[in-house]
């Protein structure tokens, strides 16, 4: 079974930038669409960002403009571009693809 590794999350200050990755183990992402997800403590899980297999993206209306998804199929590699980072931007943030979750990078936005 393809496994999602996501890196990348750690302490940023307010207005920071960080990039996620999402990895996979085989060529998932060429063949189905990949979603950024993010849970803050004592909330639900929330769709940040969509890449369709053909490319289309779609963000949610918390991160438009500020967020980027986009896709290496060479590295089987995700990435998810976060700038001006805010608060409430804190969350642990999860990829999905094919039907398999990774098991989440903490991303925490505190000065």
């Known amino acids: 079974q393809v496994q999602l590794v996501e890196s990348g999350g750690g302490l940023v200050q307010p207005g920071g930038s960080l990039r996620l990755s999402c990895a996979a183990s085989g060529s998932i992402f060429s063949i189905y669409g990949t979603g950024w997800y993010r849970q803050a403590t004592g909330k639900q899980r929330e769709l940040v960002a969509v890449?369709?297999?053909?490319?289309?993206?779609d963000y949610g209306d918390s991160v438009k403009g500020r967020f980027t998804i986009s896709r290496d199929n060479a590295k089987n590699t995700v990435y998810l571009q976060m700038n001006s980072l805010k608060p409430e931007d804190t969350a642990v943030y999860y990829c999905?693809?094919?039907?398999?979750w990774g098991q989440g990078t903490l991303v925490t936005v505190s000065s």
């Open positions: 999905y693809s094919g039907g398999v």
């Open positions: 890449i369709t297999k053909g490319g289309f993206t």
